[in-house]
């Protein structure tokens, strides 16, 4: 009865796709794609504690607020630091994409690596506050390749690199199964981070994580510069102890971006040399893809194929691969029973893993 109710339910309740990120949340709706992606943002009145914006409102209030409000970003490195706070975050997105409906929803969330029992519980209690009625957790790095297209249920090495605001997923899957993962507590936000310290050592200016954001973007790359005209930006100099503003280079930006960049091309380096051959000749012959934020950063994908010498491509709205992935786990059924298993299933999946002499790690997925 349990199984025929819990059919019942998944074909008529909403469905939804969180990609619960450090800097960006991209929220996925069943029947209309991307809904929206609000920056991972909370303001508070500084005195009550009450929210009173998340997303972009809050966003834009960064740098800016009054003694009276305070921003918060209650995740940090993809591990939530303010659970009361992402409560309120979940459950005003969730309120946003369910509008209307009367069933509690099916969410899927997308986890970091290395997210442990302890806060994959608050993620969950987080969301079942929020007014969900089914949640089901995902490993990043297993969305994200879903979402960028990668067959991952097949008998085939296939390789992804999420960066994220604040978490890189590395990760090499087949069977359905993460062959050999790594998860890297650092992304686009550290990039920023950098970017300030850099133009703050080098220039004496003071610019605040917006301005950073928006220098990374313009001007950030790797490898060889792309030629682009240098940006002016608003900042403190710490000389003269007032604001100005000044002309940023595409080298400057470049050079404060290269040590983290280059510390995400060591942990893909140091993944695919404890991969087993056979799955390494997959990658070499049909290359690894670039996911999320970071992916975007220019010259990465090239820079990575010719240091690896083998192909890399840059997944299509790389920033959404984690979000559209879990909505087509949900989705398909063949994807979901691989990767929610019940105890008949496993036991086809060992049945299975044995034909094609491989063994597959099954505790990516938490239910």
């Known amino acids: 009865m349990p199984d025929a109710f819990d059919s019942i339910y998944a074909h008529f309740a909403p469905e939804i796709s969180i990609d619960l990120g450090t800097a960006n949340t991209p929220v ?7 809904r929206f992606v609000e920056p991972t ?7 009550s504690g009450e929210v009173l914006t998340v997303g972009e409102g809050a966003r834009q209030m960064m740098g800016k607020a009054p003694r009276s409000i305070t921003v918060i970003r209650p995740l940090r490195n993809g591990v939530i630091s303010n659970y009361k706070y ?16 009367l069933i509690p929803p099916r969410v899927i969330i997308g986890v970091p690596g290395s997210a442990t029992d302890v806060e994959r519980k608050a993620v969950r209690e987080a969301a079942i506050g929020a007014g969900a009625g089914r949640v089901y957790f995902v490993q990043q790095a297993i969305a994200a390749a879903v979402g960028a297209g990668l067959p991952i249920l097949e008998p085939h090495g296939n390789m992804i690199v999420d960066i994220g605001g604040g978490t890189t997923e590395i990760a090499v899957l087949s069977l359905g199964g993460l062959v050999v993962a790594r998860s890297l507590k650092m992304g686009g936000n550290r990039l920023d981070e950098a970017i300030m310290a850099h133009l703050r050592t080098t220039r004496g200016v003071l610019i605040g994580e917006r301005t950073a954001e928006q220098l990374k973007i313009a001007l950030g790359y790797y490898g060889r510069p792309r030629g682009r005209a240098p940006e002016r930006v608003v900042g403190q100099d710490m000389r003269a102890l007032r604001p100005g503003t000044f002309e940023v280079r595409e080298e400057e930006i470049g050079s404060a971006v290269a040590e983290p960049l280059g510390e995400i091309v060591d942990a893909v380096r140091a993944v695919i040399e404890v991969t087993p051959p056979e799955l390494v000749r997959d990658i070499a012959d049909g290359g690894f893809v670039l996911a999320g934020g970071g992916a975007a950063i220019a010259g990465l994908a090239e820079t990575l194929a010719l240091v690896l010498t083998m192909p890399v491509r840059v997944a299509e709205e790389p920033m959404l691969c984690v979000a559209r992935g879990g909505a087509q786990i949900l989705a398909d059924p063949r994807l979901f029973n691989a990767l929610y298993p019940t105890p008949q299933s496993r036991i086809g999946r060992w049945l299975r893993s044995i034909r094609f002499g491989m063994s597959e790690n099954s505790s990516y997925s938490s239910r």
């Open 86 to 101: 992402t409560e309120a975050l979940v459950r005003q997105l969730l309120d946003r994409a369910t509008r209307g409906s």
């Open 28 to 34: 996925f709706v069943r029947g209309h794609g991307v």
């Open 41 to 47: 943002v909370v303001a508070v009145d500084s005195s």
